[in-house]
């Protein structure tokens, strides 16, 4: 299997985990990985990871690839993984003239949502999901809010029609998971299906025998 470019943005909703998930088993499968982050996400992302106070600032952004980096484990060595600012429009991701194979937006929150489906850029993530959008390549979009508003409803159906494909993080319990970590590898699965990329992971599948 060939190598492929995918973008990873975490924006400011809860479930940093299924990014780090995410970024792990596209690292592990040796694909090629850009990955930004809001503001907001770095905060979220330090407290959900449980990382050293004293060494963290929320909502310092260039913190953030240490960060990152400090809780990839074995993959960080030799990681294909380049970090972008969020508030770097000049990044490749922001032009449609940079190919990729598709962009995972994970955690995506509801301003997010709303930001790309109404084609605002308040920063390098909306501009890279409006590139993903008009170049006509994958967008996945694991949203992470509940419950649901008719304004969260209605954009879902501007971006789906829009080409995107929403992925809310809703992981099955039919294959009965004994840890958080199977939850997670569940919606992984999918997002992994939904770029069409070929993997060994076989968590949260439906098997005949079930």
Excluded at 118 to 138: D, M, Q, T, W
């Amino acid at each position: 299997m060939s190598s492929k470019k995918i973008v990873v943005a975490l924006t400011g909703a809860s479930g940093s985990i299924y990014a780090v998930r995410l970024v792990e088993s596209l690292l592990m499968l040796e694909h090629e990985v850009h990955l930004t982050a809001s503001t907001t996400a770095v905060t979220v992302f330090a407290l959900e990871q449980k990382l050293n106070k004293n060494e963290q600032k929320p909502g310092k952004n260039v913190e953030f690839p240490a960060m990152f980096r400090s809780i990839l484990g074995r993959q960080k060595e030799h990681a294909k993984i380049t970090f972008h600012a969020v508030d770097d429009f000049s990044a490749k991701i922001a032009s449609g003239s940079f190919p990729t194979d598709g962009m995972v937006v994970v955690p995506c929150s509801s301003g997010s949502l709303g930001a790309i489906a109404s084609g605002v850029n308040r920063h390098l993530i909306h501009r890279a999901a409006e590139v993903h959008l008009k170049e006509r390549r994958k967008l996945i979009l694991v949203f992470r809010e509940t419950p649901y508003s008719l304004v969260h409803i209605e954009n879902m159906g501007i971006v789906t029609r829009a080409g995107a494909v929403v992925l809310p993080a809703s992981p099955p319990f039919y294959h009965q998971p004994e840890t958080i970590y199977e939850l997670v590898d569940a919606v992984v699965v999918r997002i992994l299906d939904q770029l069409g990329l070929e993997h060994p992971m076989e968590t949260g599948r439906w098997k005949d025998s079930q």
